[in-house]
T-cell receptor, first 114, second 115 residues
Framework: GDSVTQMEGPVTLSEEAFLTINCTYT??????LFWYVQYPGEGLQLLLK?????DKGSNKGFEATYRKETTSFHLEKGSVQVSDSAVYFC?????????????FGPGTRLSVLP | GAGVSQSPSNKVTEKGKDVELRCDPI?????LYWYRQSLGQGLEFLIY????????KSGLPSDRFSAERTGGSVSTLTIQRTQQEDSAVYLC?????????????FGPGTRLLVL
C-alpha cells in the first residue's frame, strides 16, 4: 500500500538557520503531495501542496518540490523563526477504490530556539 | 462558520462508558474523514464518508467504534465501552470532493481521556 516516510524528530534549530525536513513516499501511480503543519494547541492546517511532478509548492517562506525520480517532497525554509516551532506532516493523496486515499507520515517536531 | 468544527473539545470519561464525538464539516464539502492521533504519534485513518455513505470503514480499530453522517453534513463518531487505549485526539477533516489531490481541512480535534 501507499506510504510516507519522514525524517525522525525532534529537530532543534537556532533562529535564522536553514531547515530541511526529508519526506519520501511509496505509491502506485502519481499522487498529490502535501505538507501539513500543527502548531502547539492547534489543529492541522495545510502548509503547501504539489499535484504533479516538478511542481513546487510554497507558502510562508517554506518550499517543497515534487521529485518523481527520487519519490521525494522535502520541505525547506531558508531562515526559520521561533514561530515556526510546530509538528510537520508530509502526506500523499492518491486515487483509491473508494475515492481519495490520504496517507500521512508520522510527523516531525521542529523546535526553533531564539 | 468558515472552518471545520468539532465538539466537545475535551472529554474525560470512565472506562466502560460510551462517548459521542461530533464533527461539523465546511458547508458544501461532500467528503468527511475521521482520524485518531495518539500522543506523539502520526495520524491513524478511521473512516471516510462520501455524502452519507461510508465506503471505507477499513480503519475502525474494533466493532466498538462506529460513525454516521446525516444529511450529508454533521457526523458523529461513537465509541462504545471505552478503554484506556482509546485515549487520543480524534480529528475530523472535510474536503470539497473525494478526488485525488483535494485538500483536506481539519477541525481542532476532540481530546479524549479514558480513566
Amino acid at each position: 500500500g501507499d506510504s510516507v516516510t519522514q525524517m525522525e524528530g525532534p529537530v532543534t534549530l537556532s533562529e535564522e538557520a536553514f531547515l530541511t525536513i526529508n519526506c519520501t513516499y511509496t505509491a502506485t501511480g502519481y499522487p498529490s503531495l502535501f505538507w501539513y503543519v500543527q502548531y502547539p494547541g492547534e489543529g492541522l492546517q495545510l502548509l503547501l501542496k504539489a499535484t504533479k511532478a516538478d511542481d513546487k509548492g510554497s507558502n510562508k517562506g517554506f518550499e517543497a518540490t515534487y521529485r518523481k525520480e527520487t519519490t521525494s517532497f522535502h520541505l525547506e525554509k531558508g531562515s526559520v523563526q521561533v514561530s515556526d516551532s510546530a509538528v510537520y506532516f508530509c502526506a500523499l493523496s492518491s486515487s483509491g477504490n473508494y475515492g481519495q486515499n490520504f496517507v500521512f507520515g508520522p510527523g516531525t517536531r521542529l523546535s526553533v530556539l531564539p | 462558520g468558515a472552518g471545520v468544527s468539532q465538539s466537545p473539545s475535551n472529554k474525560v470519561t470512565e472506562k466502560g462508558k460510551d462517548v459521542e464525538l461530533r464533527c461539523d464539516p465546511i458547508s458544501g464539502h461532500t467528503a468527511l474523514y475521521w482520524y485518531r492521533q495518539s500522543l506523539g504519534q502520526g495520524l491513524e485513518f478511521l473512516i471516510y464518508f462520501q455524502g452519507n455513505s461510508a465506503p471505507d470503514k477499513s480503519g475502525l480499530p474494533s466493532d466498538r467504534f462506529s460513525a454516521e453522517r446525516t444529511g450529508g453534513s454533521v457526523s458523529t463518531l461513537t465509541i462504545q465501552r471505552t478503554q484506556q487505549e482509546d485515549s487520543a485526539v480524534y480529528l475530523c477533516a472535510s474536503s470539497l470532493g473525494a478526488a485525488e489531490g483535494e485538500t483536506q481541512y481539519f477541525g481542532p480535534g476532540t481530546r479524549l481521556l479514558v480513566l
